[in-house]
Structures are given as C-alpha cells and as structure tokens.
C-alpha cells in the first residue's frame, strides 16, 4: 500500500518564502520531492527542486536539480558491550565534505558521539545527560578550536523548553525559550 504527504510552509519574514514537499511510501524506501517559490514564482522551472531517496535508517540520497549537486548519507547501528552505536558517513559533492558521525548510547539516561569533518582538524566530543528526563546538560569539546561549549536545557509543562549554552571560545552566552504545541502553537526566543 502506497501513503502520501504534503507539507506546505509560508514564511512572510523571510522575504514571503514558500516551501512544500511531497513523499511517497514505495515498499521500504520514501521518495520526496520538494520545491520552493523560486519553482513557481517566474513561471515553472527547475529553480527550488529537489530529490530525495531514503530508506530510513539505512540511507538518504538528496538531489538538487538546478545545481546538479548531490548529497549521500549512511547510516547504520552497530552493537559495542550491547550498546547501540550509531554510525553516519555523510558525502555532500557541491560543499566537498565528507562528515563522520558516531553516537554510543549507554543507557537512556547517556550518551557519547563524535563529530569528524575528513580532511580537516575538525573533530567534536558531546556528553549528554538527561537527568530525569527533564534536563539535559551537555559539554562538548571543539578539537579544531580547542575549546569548550556547554549547555544546560530544561523541559516544562510538556511544550516548553528552557536553554542556556556557553561557547567559551567566543565567550557567548546564549538563552533560548522554545515552544512546540499543536494546541497553543509553535514559536521560538532567543536572546
């Protein structure tokens, strides 16, 4: 049996941008198409479009048609002392990076990954904690900036989270009030 969506975006901050997609069930895999108002705008065109394979949790092949640019990615989880490790291997053609991701989950409480941009020093360690499933504290620690960041995130009444991030290279702090509610809507602050 074969399901479809469409999803339709209209941000009127952004210079009025519209966006929509659609995705077909085929089997195993999904295959999406999206395009933006620069597809429509001057009459049709190819301007906005964009292609997409996936078999989720396996792989994700995106394509841009008016640049004729492609991005691939992997993924796969593989079991360490019988813990989920997480593996990504991205390609992007037009941005020339290759990216690896690994993420060992411990329990449900922590979580360790790493970050790595081949080619370069960038590297990244994340911590993350979730104490009682309300708050999360996560350290990382930049290699290629030698540097710390850290945050500290609370979830109230359901909808609501709270976040706090210190990126001690720049010496930024950082407040976010974030608000994820079908009922009462959606908005994001920060300062």
């Not at 999904?30 to 949790?57: F, Q, Y």
């Amino acid at each position: 049996m074969m399901k479809a969506s469409f999803k339709a975006r209209y941000e009127p901050d952004k210079a009025a941008a519209a966006a929509s997609t659609v995705s077909f069930n085929a089997g195993d895999f999904k295959l999406r198409a999206s395009i933006t108002d620069a597809t429509v705008v001057h009459g049709p065109s190819l301007n906005g479009l964009a292609l997409a394979v996936e078999k989720p949790g396996f792989f994700i092949f995106d394509y841009n048609v008016p640049k004729k640019d492609f991005r691939f990615q992997f993924m796969n989880t593989v079991r360490v002392a019988e813990k989920p490790l997480n593996l990504t291997y991205i390609h992007s053609k037009g941005d020339e990076r290759t990216i690896l991701d690994g993420a060992l989950v411990i329990d449900s409480s922590n979580k360790v990954s790493v970050n790595h941009v081949l080619g370069t020093g960038n590297t990244k360690f994340k911590y993350n904690y979730v104490h009682g499933g309300l708050t999360t504290f996560e350290p990382s620690y930049d290699l290629g900036k030698n540097a710390w960041d850290f945050s500290v995130s609370r979830r109230v009444y359901g909808d609501d989270l709270f976040k706090a991030t210190y990126q001690t290279s720049s010496k930024n702090l950082g407040l976010e009030w974030t608000r994820s509610s079908k009922m009462n809507g959606s908005f994001k602050l920060s300062y």
